[in-house]
């Protein structure tokens, strides 16, 4: 998918999550081009992905509505994630790593630190992490040699907001998405070390801690924590 696609999604994805998209609320694509900005090819194929997701329901007289999505829901599935994402890191150390899958991964560690070493990121940043962020994911998976787990975990990715693709940024506080994603960045340091040293169970751990980070640390590392107060907390996980 181009960028301008990529950004369509995410932006709709934020709007879900902020509430600017409400529950049951009915989206069509030229309201949401103009509001938007953009033409309609990208914001139909946002809306086939989205439904895809869990987060829109298709109606059979055109358009689209926004699926309620419940706290439990975008836990449960984000845990699964981290348990099927666990195990392959896990394997991967008991297994070793091929020359080939070590280099695909230092490169994706020295891209990224790249990004953020001049200590902000742009959208543009975030996008081009988007992709070295996949690709680091999908290389753990293909270095634990278990192809049940990818099955798993295509299944498990119609859930909402269960995907590592589920990227969702929010373009008014881009410094609390540089701290987000520059530790999501940190803790690919953490995992690839654990998994070259041979410590599956350190590599396990980190991944299902790290399944947090694309969606539940935003509040973390938004400038709520300069008031303690205002953080929230959402199904008795902080958000």
């Known amino acids: 998918m181009s960028k301008a696609g990529q950004r369509v999604i995410s932006a709709l994805r934020q709007m879900i999550i902020s509430g600017d998209l409400v529950a049951g609320e009915r ?3 030229i309201p949401t081009a103009e509001r938007l900005g953009v033409s309609r090819t990208p914001i139909r ?3 086939r992905s989205l439904e895809q997701e869990g987060l829109l329901i298709k109606l059979k007289n055109r358009g689209y509505r926004v699926r309620k999505v419940t706290p439990e829901e975008i836990n449960g599935a984000i845990e699964v994630r981290g348990v099927l994402e666990g195990l392959a890191a896990r394997q991967a150390a008991e297994k070793g790593l091929t020359p080939q899958h070590r280099q695909s991964m230092l490169k994706c560690l020295i891209e990224g630190d790249a990004l953020f070493a001049k200590g902000y990121v742009t959208e543009e940043n975030l996008e081009t992490y988007h992709e070295l962020n996949k690709h680091f994911h999908s290389l753990i998976i293909e270095a634990s040699c278990n192809p049940a787990i990818d099955i798993a975990k295509n299944r498990n990715e119609h859930m909402p907001f269960a995907s590592v693709s589920s990227l969702a940024i929010d373009r008014d506080n881009l ?3 540089y701290r987000r994603f520059n530790f999501a960045h940190m803790q690919h340091h953490a995992v690839f070390d654990a998994i070259t040293h041979g410590q599956g169970a350190r590599a396990e751990g980190i991944m299902r801690e790290h ?4 969606l539940r640390y935003a509040k973390i590392f938004s400038s709520e ?5 205002k953080i929230r907390v959402i199904g008795g996980d902080s958000i």
């Open 225 to 229: 924590m300069t008031d303690p107060d």
């Open 45 to 47: 194929m946002a809306f």
């Open 27 to 29: 989206i069509a694509e």
């Open 211 to 214: 399944a947090n980070a694309t």
């Open 175 to 177: 410094s609390g998405e």
